[in-house]
């Protein structure tokens, strides 16, 4: 039977998130009918719920950290095929020159592709049971992931993005503050590219999932970060640093953690108020630091985390809760996920 109608998730305002339906775009040219099977509850998401990032709107019919199964392809679709598993990557308009050089991020159109629906709403709809998408926003996952872990293939995309421009090398020494789940994320992907990851936590749940990741932790609840990192590094301190929580104390101890000289700093979170970054330039000079900034992914990023997720060298099933939601029980989903020290929270689409 041909699917008409798609039922959605949608946030009408502050702590409030009901399901909704509307019919199915038609399928054009170039688009693919995704049978959504799971999408997880990113901070954005549940931020918004919060009602700390109001200035993204209502109604938000949100989610972007996804993953389906293809049911249908429209005209002129040479790569992708109904019973292809695919997550989602960003979208774009894929033809101005932003778009052609991978930065669909800064997409020229980008205002009037996220721009309201006809019948009113905001987001691309991850929180849906069926949707249409444009082909040029999947990519295609080994069939063996879960789709929960799957639908990982935006965050680490975004984690690929700051390593590459940390230029984190084979041998070299990477400090991870916070073992959330982005941290954990950069941490296992740095450990991938062939780095020593370090991970500085300081809530007893994120350290055991650190731990048994195998990485080297700090408890730093009972020992002083910095010079627990000088203690693993001789006292010469990491090569590089990735803050990945968005606080004050994390700032400060990152200028403390990395080498004297030519170290490097990835700032990878944001905090809500914004942290507080207290440095003078001289420092910054003297010691030749370097403080990189973040956000985001490029179009080949997104290629690169699916080659890590489909093959197993970041392996996230450990930072996905264990409770699942149905679609019709969002409202349940948001809460759970904006509960303090929770990983990622899946919400199943189809079930």
Known sequence: MEQKMMRFSVLTEKGHA????????????????????ACNICTTDYGQWMGLREHQGYPMAGGHEGAGVIEA????????????????????????????????????????????????????????????????????????????CAAFLEPLATVVKGLKKLRVQPLESVAVIGAGTMGLVNAQAARALGARVIVSEIMEKKLNTARQMGFEVIDAGKEEPVQAIKGFTAGAGVDAVIIAVGADAANKQAFEMVKETDGRILFFAAGYPAPRL??????????????????????????????????????????????????????????????????????????
Do not use: W
């Open 278 to 351: 207290e440095i003078d330039s001289n420092t910054i000079h003297y010691r030749r630091l370097e403080l990189i900034g973040t956000y985001a992914a490029d179009t080949i990023d997104f290629f690169t985390a699916a080659n890590m997720l489909n093959s197993g060298a970041v392996d996230v099933s450990k930072i996905v809760e264990p409770v699942k939601y149905k679609l019709e029980d969002i409202q349940e989903a948001f809460q759970e996920a904006a509960t303090p020290g929770m990983y990622r929270v899946s919400v199943m689409l189809n079930e």
């Open 73 to 148: 392809v429209g005209e002129g679709v040479k790569d992708y095929k109904p019973g292809d598993f695919v997550a989602m990557a960003y979208d774009g308009c894929g033809e101005c020159l932003a778009c052609r050089q991978g930065d669909v991020l800064h997409c020229k159109d980008a205002a009037s592709l996220k721009s309201k629906t006809e019948d009113g709403y905001l987001g691309s709809f991850g929180f849906a049971d069926y949707y249409v998408r444009n082909t040029r926003s999947l990519v295609l996952m080994n069939p063996k992931l879960d789709p929960s």
């Open 18 to 37: 009901e399901v909704r339906e509307r019919p199915l775009p038609e399928i054009g040219p170039h688009q693919a009918l995704v049978r959504q099977l």
